[in-house]
């Protein structure tokens, strides 16, 4: 099979389970084979080891397979950072929604707080002026109380007189 220029071999499976992938590399070997432009003296990695024949599609096949898994490698971690970047901005905006709907909670409890002392204070400005009605009623139940019985004893004092006269005449 062909690929871009490239002969592809079909090569077994590779388990890379107990293995961390590695990082996106910026330095020396990875640069080289990027790099198809070689310096004078320095040989290319592949250039040593290359053999005629069927090898060299395999070492071509291999630098395509590390270039993919470099290139998978890079993706994934632009994913992560493109995750972690979406998760920070709905943080913030949940924070955000959070601290408004919690401000509005706020002034709305301040209200209903605010409406309920104007109740309580007209219900106690009614209920003092409720008692003040109340001690001028029983004050004046005790002045009637205190008369009826200043006229209770009168006739009770001028009934006994009148007795006490009828008896004497």
Known sequence: MERHGVSEVAAPPVELKDQEPPAIVESGEHRQSENHEETPGTVAPSASCQLPGPFSSLDSSIETLKKKAQELIENINESRQKDHALMTNFRDSLKMKVSDLTEKLEERMYQVYSHHSKIIQERLQEFTQKMAKINHLEMELKQVCQTVETV??????????????????
């Open 152 to 169: 209770y004893k009168d006739l009770c004092v001028q009934s006994e007189v009148r007795m006490w006269g009828c008896i004497l005449l």
